[in-house]
């Protein structure tokens, strides 16, 4: 029953999915007739009446459709995550009555988000390097570009100080630090470990909610998200101009070939050499939360459906998943590093700054600190990468402008990076539960 529901699932997402890019590109051909055709105001009211924002200034009278349907639907998801994460870490680690288990899956799990990240830091150098010296990364027009504003930088290592939350309940307030929920889970699930039955009613209580949010969140993805998905990605691909996407075509193209090839390359050779099993079950059962990831472009909204397939079709110890995915959710981001370094060259060398080995290793490491503290919402990635620019010195008029590009015309890379970020979590639960004989390979290979 739980494989052929996952099946169609998957199946009506990816309906969904080209539904959704078809529509898309159709409004952008339209859109572009329109307004070529001296018709701009027939386009800004379809756009009032299906795409448009409508919590913008100056979108009061806008009814922004498929907006409302896909923020709904995200909001949902995001509803559930905060609690989601406390009470499945909490109850992963006061069920593991081994301390040494524990400490065994925690290392194995953050040793390998480490190494597979590092890999992905030196192929997106890689990549970088060969289109930096083929010349393809030139200088922006700064032409009908309009410069918008990102964030101040700020130090890295300030992840670790938000770790640590100075106030319990502010912590459970917000979204955006899900490292300090991780944190207070982990704390709270080895006090009751310690605890032992003296805690009994507060883990059947933990346990309860689970089961609550597990159904909730059951409902809303079956029910809901293939409408969701086209919704969304109609909307995403029709509010870009043809126009937008040219000055950084490069930049743009770049990226996309080294998220694919990585995505398709890499994690098959991470399955196949650190967990020992056939890669293609997991290339199949994980599409759809490839599919799912692209389509919301939040690691956050994901992980739900993530955790679902990889314990009911992938056959993960639901310890495992409970522990690894949420933590992989805030620390584990394989495309957000890949988009960011090739995003870094691009800024530099088409602002007129010299790259060197020396600066793509910093880079690099900037680029390791920046992408485990970047929150799993939508386009947080290119924001975070204020951080690395500035912490090169990358700031000039045209480093500023470079970067604004990237901010406008990013969603759509964003969208794939979140595939990669959700895939390796994914992929380094099998791992670790490989590892520690906690995988059902039946289920994994059926």
């Known amino acids: 029953m739980k494989e052929s529901s996952g099946k169609q699932l998957a199946k009506k997402m990816l309906i969904a999915l080209v539904c959704g890019l078809v529509a898309g590109f159709g409004c952008i051909l339209l859109r572009e007739h329109l307004n070529s055709s001296g018709q701009a105001d027939l386009w800004k009211t379809i756009n009032n009446i299906f795409f448009q924002d409508i919590s913008a200034e100056g979108a009061t009278s806008a009814a922004g459709i498929f907006y409302i349907i896909g923020q709904v639907f995200v909001n949902s998801l995001q509803l559930i995550i905060v609690p989601m994460v406390f009470v499945s870490i909490t109850l992963a680690i006061c069920t593991i009555t081994d301390t040494k288990k524990l400490g065994r899956i925690s290392s194995k799990t953050i040793f390998t988000f480490l190494k597979t990240t590092v890999c992905a830091l030196i192929f997106a150098g890689v990549i970088g390097f060969i289109v930096y010296h083929l010349g393809l990364f030139n200088s922006v027009d700064a032409g009908n570009i309009s410069v918008q504003e990102g964030i101040t930088g700020s130090n890295p290592l300030n992840i670790i100080v938000s770790i640590v939350p100075n106030n319990f309940i502010s912590a459970f307030t917000n979204n955006g ?24 009613t507060l883990k059947k209580l933990f346990e309860e909610v689970s089961k609550i949010i597990s159904l909730f969140l059951t409902f809303v993805i079956n029910k809901f998200a293939p409408y969701a998905i086209f919704c969304l990605l109609t909307r995403t691909f029709a509010i870009y101009g043809i126009d937008s996407l040219k000055p950084a075509l490069a930049y743009v193209v770049t990226v996309i070939i080294a998220l694919f090839v990585y ?73 957000t590093a890949i988009m960011q370094v090739i995003a870094a060259m691009f800024v530099a060398v088409s602002s007129g700054y010299k790259v060197t080995f020396m600066s793509m290793a910093i880079i690099a490491v900037l680029a390791l600190i920046a992408s485990i503290g970047t929150p799993a919402a939508p386009g947080a990635g290119a924001v975070i990468l204020f951080t690395i620019l500035t912490g090169m010195g990358y700031t000039n008029d045209a480093a ?28 380094t639960s099998v791992i670790v539960a490989k590892k520690e004989n906690m995988l059902d390979e039946e289920i994994y290979h059926r």
């Open 177 to 200: 630090n899900v490292l300090a929920i991780v944190f207070l889970a982990v704390v709270t699930g080895l006090s009751m470990n310690a605890l032992e039955d003296q805690t009994k």
């Open 263 to 335: 995505l398709f390359c890499a994690y098959p050779i991470y399955l196949a050499t650190m967990a020992r099993v056939n890669p293609k079950p997991f290339m199949k059962k994980a599409a759809k939360v490839a599919l799912f990831g692209f389509s919301t472009s939040s690691s956050a909204a994901t992980l739900p459906l993530n955790k679902k397939t990889t314990t009911e079709e992938l056959g993960v110890s639901d310890q495992i998943a409970s522990f690894v995915l949420p933590l992989g959710m805030t620390i584990n981001m394989d495309g």
């Open 400 to 427: 500023l402008l470079a970067y604004s590009l990237i901010l406008a015309i990013n969603r759509p890379i964003e969208m794939l990076v979140t595939s990669l970020n959700v895939v390796g979590d994914a992929s």
